[in-house]
């Protein structure tokens, strides 16, 4: 029996304004709310970092307009 590779899963991290704060999905499932764009961008970016520790390809998107944000860097002032 052989086994099929598939390779790694993609996790995709969007950052939204949603209701006066700001939600985080993960491959457009829940994955957290936040009072600031800042806090949202920091969640996904560790999520992103940690997703990829296990070896999956990751990316986060932020409003306004699905931005690519590049999560291999601390974001400290959003």
């Known amino acids: 029996m052989s086994k099929v590779f598939q390779g790694p899963r993609r996790s995709t991290f969007r950052v939204l304004e949603d209701a006066g704060g700001w939600r985080v999905s993960l491959n457009d499932q829940p994955y957290g709310d936040f009072a600031t764009r ?3 961008v920091r969640a ?3 999520g992103a970092r940690s997703a990829e520790g296990l070896g999956d390809k990751a990316q986060v998107l ?3 307009g699905d931005e690519r944000v590049p999560h291999h860097e601390p974001h400290f002032a959003e």
Do not use: E, M
């Open 38 to 40: 800042g806090d949202a």
């Open 44 to 46: 996904a970016c560790l």
């Open 62 to 64: 932020a409003a306004p």
